[in-house]
């Protein structure tokens, strides 16, 4: 119960500091680091698949990406901009934060054997998943073949953050010729 207190504070002061960096270089890496941190979230709660692809997308692939687009775009952000940027961001994660606080309110507890997903699911997934789908790695089956439109979706997500990059570099290139 230590560690996800400490975590979560670290994730808290990372957000935090994400906001009040004077370079966008530097709020990229604290993003990425928060991708690491969130990485051991999910290691310390068990959900390894989730941590792999964490660390896979979110610590090195989007802060890649990040990286590239700054190298790329440059950073020519007017002062007054930049203020209004601050304060929009700043509301906007506000009222997430306090979303995901109302919303959690009634999350079981870690490893409560009540919990819906102990008494519905994970029985379900565990009996009936080779005979239903016929694929022995429980865990394949339940990505390909239960979740298999959420798969679809995370990946959709991913080609979507993909071609933004290159258009936004595309379109650099084209304000470069001019």
Do not use: W
């Not at 079981?108 to 997934?125: C, E, F, M, Q, T």
């Not at 998943?129 to 239960?146: D, Q, W």
């Not at 798969?151 to 650099?172: C, D, H, R």
């Amino acid at each position: 119960m230590t560690i996800n207190f400490i975590l979560c504070n670290m994730l808290i002061v990372i957000a935090i500091l994400v906001f009040i960096q004077k370079s966008l270089l530097n709020s990229v890496l604290m993003l990425g680091l928060f991708s690491l941190i969130m990485t051991l979230c999910y290691i310390n709660f068990g959900a390894l698949d989730v941590a792999i692809t964490e660390a896979a997308v979110g610590v090195a692939i989007s802060t890649l990406i990040f990286l590239a687009v700054i190298k790329v775009v440059g950073v020519n952000i007017e002062t007054n901009n930049r203020k209004l940027l601050y304060y929009i961001t700043a509301i906007i994660s506000s009222v997430v934060i306090l979303f995901l606080i109302f919303i959690n309110i009634d999350t079981p507890l870690l490893g409560d054997i009540l919990s819906p997903i102990h008494s519905l699911s994970a029985n379900h997934y565990v009996s009936e998943s080779y005979k239903e789908i016929g694929i022995p790695n429980m865990v394949t089956a339940i990505l390909a073949s239960y979740r298999g439109f959420d798969t679809l979706g995370e990946v959709f997500v991913i080609f979507t953050a993909g071609i933004s990059v290159f258009y936004i570099i595309k379109m650099k290139d084209k304000h470069d010729e001019k």
